[in-house]
């Protein structure tokens, strides 16, 4: 019965999209959650606040199903064929399309769970979309779906980190899927190429030095000793450099396809979008949480 409901659940996915999918057994992430309490009381969640609550159901997800027994672990492709221009002001690859990817992933996903419920009687599920209080990272890893980068970031040998993650909580046994090596090994580029240092240690990122949080959460003035480096929303350097980003398998979501209002656009350009024609542009994407305040905070660094 797990290996048929395995399988099942397994082509569903795929066939909504997903680039590749793994089962985990529900555990407690006793780890994991000890080494984000260490990370924040260091301070390294910046003025991301909301990382801070919540611990209780990031190391039990039981809490948030009660009868859960598995964890369904999902990629999404989200690269582009299309580059950055670097003499332009850049958006990070997952924000320069039309669409908020929690929209998009959240529509798959409830057709995915209500055939997954079909399957058999008592089914139950939910999903998330790094909206909630789950790990998602650490899910992907014990599913299997590829390992953690020194970046901080989820890598698969074919498809590289260009992906989005979401998890599938389910009260039945599946067959398990065994996590991958790490094969970042002694590289380190993705260290070394970060222009504020924020990647403070191999597989640690100080937010107070990250160019995303700056462009995104960061509400305040943006200090001048960060470098933005072109960036005026996100920023994909640490990703660009490593070598299993070969960029050799693109989606055919066009939702990720860049805007041809904002994409290779210069700076004056894109100074001249004013509030009105932000909140239009960007209605259904996710600069729109940058407000039109830190859009023109970030352009205005770039003057």
Not at 220 to 236: E, K, N, T, V
Not at 263 to 272: A, G, P, Q, R
Not at 276 to 287: H, T
Request: hydrophobic content about 35%; glycine content about 6%.
């Amino acid at each position: 019965m797990k290996a048929i409901l395995s399988k099942k659940i397994k082509e569903i996915c795929l066939l909504e999209g997903f680039f590749k999918v793994g089962f985990a057994k529900h555990e407690r992430l006793s780890n994991e959650v000890n080494h984000l309490k260490d990370w924040v009381s260091e301070g390294r969640n910046a003025g991301m606040g909301w990382i801070s609550g919540n611990h209780e159901k990031r190391e039990d997800v039981s809490l948030i199903l009660n009868n859960v027994k598995s964890v369904i672990s999902l990629a999404y492709v989200y690269d582009t064929p299309f580059i950055h221009n670097d003499s332009m002001p850049k958006i990070s690859r997952y924000a320069w399309g039309e669409k908020d990817y929690h929209k998009v992933l959240k529509k798959k996903l409830k057709v995915v769970c209500k055939e997954i419920e079909s399957l058999c009687v008592n089914v139950q599920t939910k999903f998330y979309v790094d909206d909630g209080p789950v790990m998602e990272k650490a899910w992907a890893v014990k599913s299997g779906i590829g390992w953690m980068g020194k970046h901080g970031n989820v890598i698969d040998s074919e498809a590289g980190s260009f992906f989005f993650l979401s998890e599938i909580f389910i009260n039945k046994e599946l067959e398990y899927d065994k996590p991958v090596d790490d094969l970042c090994e002694t590289c380190r580029v993705c260290v070394d190429a970060c222009p504020t240092g924020a990647i403070y240690k191999e597989y640690k990122v100080d937010a107070n030095l990250c160019i995303s949080y700056h462009t995104i959460e960061n509400r305040a003035d943006i200090p001048s000793y960060i470098d933005l480096s072109g960036w005026i929303f996100g920023c994909d350097i640490c990703q660009d450099v490593c070598p299993y980003n070969k960029r050799i398998i693109f989606t055919e979501d066009k939702s990720f396809y860049p805007m041809m209002e904002i994409y290779e656009k210069d700076i004056y350009e894109l100074s001249e979008i004013n509030e009105e024609g932000f909140n239009k542009v960007f209605a259904d994407s996710p600069v729109k949480r940058a407000k039109y305040a830190g859009w023109k905070r970030n352009l205005n660094r770039m003057l």
